[in-house]
């Protein structure tokens, strides 16, 4: 199974450097540049993950029950504030986490220290000083939803009363399906589309791999897909002590998307040893870290790992940190570059 992440990572590092995919920048360029290609493509990714993993998921193909993102138990408080810290430190950073290993690939030293303090933020959150912040206050929020799973689908056919999933479903993934395509330019804009379905077909392949793992292994497998927050935590903590508890797979993303970043990089002779221009600088890079480390944990994934993975489950977390993530960025671009917090919901 680390071979199945290293592969898929370095597929995704490859694809995200060659192509220029990074979450911040899409935002950036919607909000400012009046671009939403970048955007699009984000969208279109998680509507292809979505489409494959419920059509294996229906026929019985893949088995994603025992993915942690289905409890019927929602911890909102901890995904709305986890999200707005994860996008402030996107913002500050200049990247997110998925991002900065993507750059690091390229030879940025700033990404390196960026997500050496963002490990470091997520092992205290999962299980160091900052977990007491988690344990001890945004879980008592948490509340038990009226279904079994934490689904739209799921929800939805709760309050009715009847079975509508498989309608439910499909509604749900047509509508950001439509938007994404409701762009003329976009429709023609073949690499971005290209680009969009292979980052979902590589989310939907963590899937199809720890859940087949996951029945014939004889050690517990989680089942999961791409995420890069407590993964790139346990990939530090493996390369200290070889120890952790979080599934292989994930683990190997990490050095795969990095290894995939490099070959790119390497191919378009675009690497370049980067580093942090001053104090200022690199003071930003570690609170964005931090924030991001910390944030990433309370809201359960990242840009990916929320925003594609828990996404292609149709889980009511995914809008909900996405939605977070968003604001945070929006806040900590306003006060970037246009110097106030305020000038954030101006627009």
């Not at 509507?47 to 019985?60: C, H, K, R, W, Y």
């Not at 901890?78 to 913002?91: E, K, P």
């Not at 206050?137 to 799921?154: E, I, K, M, W």
């Not at 970043?261 to 942090?276: G, K, L, N, S, Y």
């Amino acid at each position: 199974m680390p071979l199945s992440g290293l592969v898929a990572g370095t597929a995704l590092g490859f694809i995200a450097r060659r192509n220029f995919f990074c979450t911040l920048s899409a935002l950036e360029q919607h909000w400012y540049g009046g671009n939403s290609d970048g955007l699009r493509i984000w969208v279109l990714s998680a509507v292809v993950a979505a489409a494959i993993t419920q059509s294996l998921s229906f026929s019985g193909l893949i088995d994603v029950s025992q993915s942690f993102y289905l409890s019927p138990v929602f911890g909102w408080l901890g995904t709305v504030i986890g999200g707005i810290s994860f996008g402030i430190g996107m913002a500050l950073v200049g990247t997110c986490s998925f991002g900065a290993l993507v750059r690091l690939g390229g030879g940025s030293l700033k990404s390196l220290i960026a997500c050496i303090v963002l490990a470091i933020a997520a092992l205290s959150t999962q299980r160091g000083l900052l977990a007491f912040s988690r344990t001890e206050f945004f879980d008592h929020f948490a509340v038990r939803l009226p279904s079994s799973t934490q689904t739209l689908p799921d929800i939805i056919s709760a309050f009715a009363g009847i079975n509508l999933v498989i309608p439910a479903t499909v509604i749900i993934i047509a509508i950001p399906f439509t938007w994404v395509f409701s762009d003329p330019k976009f429709r023609r804009n073949l690499k971005a589309i290209v680009t969009g379905t292979a980052i979902g077909v590589i989310v939907t392949f963590g899937w199809i791999v720890t859940s087949k793992i996951s029945t014939i292994s004889f050690t517990p497998v989680t089942v999961e897909s791409a995420s890069f927050v407590a993964p790139v935590g346990a990939l530090i903590l493996k390369v200290i002590s070889f120890a952790g508890n979080t599934s292989d797979y994930s683990v190997a993303l990490v050095p795969g998307v990095i290894i995939g970043a490099a070959i790119a990089a390497f191919i378009a002779d675009d690497v370049r040893w980067e580093a942090c221009d001053d104090a200022r600088e690199l003071s930003r890079h570690i609170v964005g870290a931090l924030a991001m480390g910390f944030g990433g944990i309370l809201a359960a994934g990242c840009t990916i790992g929320q925003g594609v993975s828990a996404a292609s489950l149709l889980v009511l977390s995914a809008p909900v940190a996405l939605a977070s993530i968003v604001l945070g960025a929006r806040i900590g671009l306003a006060w970037l570059l246009e110097g106030s917090l305020m000038a954030a919901f101006r627009r």
